[in-house]
């Protein structure tokens, strides 16, 4: 049976990102494998949480930073984006994922491969993003925006949808503490086992 149609939402937003470039967001495709996108490959990626400590989580597990000494000697930048979008799919909770017909589970696998390919198809479909569960810090979300964007000025008015007001507000290290909630690679997402063990209950109970 083929896949209904993805459904929309609109995102006005304050959205985060870390990052060592000068500029958060950029118009060519990105450089390195992402969960939603393939190096060198379309659809570029926006990569951005909606709270400022997820993207140095996703930082600390991009780079294995477990102690607070490595943590400690890191250093980024954390930049503050105005977010205005329409077509975001709402992926931010496992169910929510489920209910359009995409694995909950590859939404924090350790394997890219079926985010990256729903990101192609979602693109196909038009979809301007897509919010999902942090896979580095569970109970946080990710928005991810497709395609090219420009960084402007904070407070400029934006008149063209690839613009984005964004302003770096802290460079640093990750706040003390982080590293004991940032889930790493290979280890469990006990808010995805939650949800599983609740869906597993309710489709017991449906069937009694």
């Known amino acids: 049976m083929a896949r209904r ?37 379309e659809p570029i990626a926006q990569y951005m949480s909606l709270d400022a400590e997820a993207p140095f989580a996703e930082m600390l597990r991009h780079e294995n930073l477990r102690s607070e000494s490595d943590a400690s000697h890191y250093r980024t930048t954390i930049w503050q984006l ?23 589970e590859a939404l924090v696998s350790d394997d890219y491969e079926f985010c990256q390919a729903e990101a192609r198809w979602l693109v196909s479909h038009n979809a301007r993003g897509v919010l999902a569960p942090s896979a580095a810090l569970p109970g946080s979300t990710n928005l991810t925006l497709f395609g090219p964007r420009v960084r402007v000025r904070w407070g400029t008015p934006v008149k063209l949808a690839s613009s984005v007001p964004a302003q770096p507000i802290s460079t640093g290290a990750p706040p003390t503490g982080l590293i004991e909630r940032v889930r790493y690679y290979g280890q469990r997402e006990p808010k995805l086992e939650e949800y599983l063990r609740e869906s597993s209950r309710r489709k017991v109970g449906g069937r009694d």
């Open 5 to 41: 149609p993805p459904t929309f939402v609109d995102q006005v937003v304050i959205a985060y990102r870390a990052t060592s470039y000068d500029v958060p967001v950029w118009v060519s495709p990105n450089r390195r494998e992402g969960r939603w996108n393939i190096a060198n490959q």
């Open 82 to 104: 105005q977010v205005d979008s329409g077509a975001i799919v709402d992926y931010s909770t496992f169910e929510l994922a489920e209910g359009a017909g995409f694995d909950p």
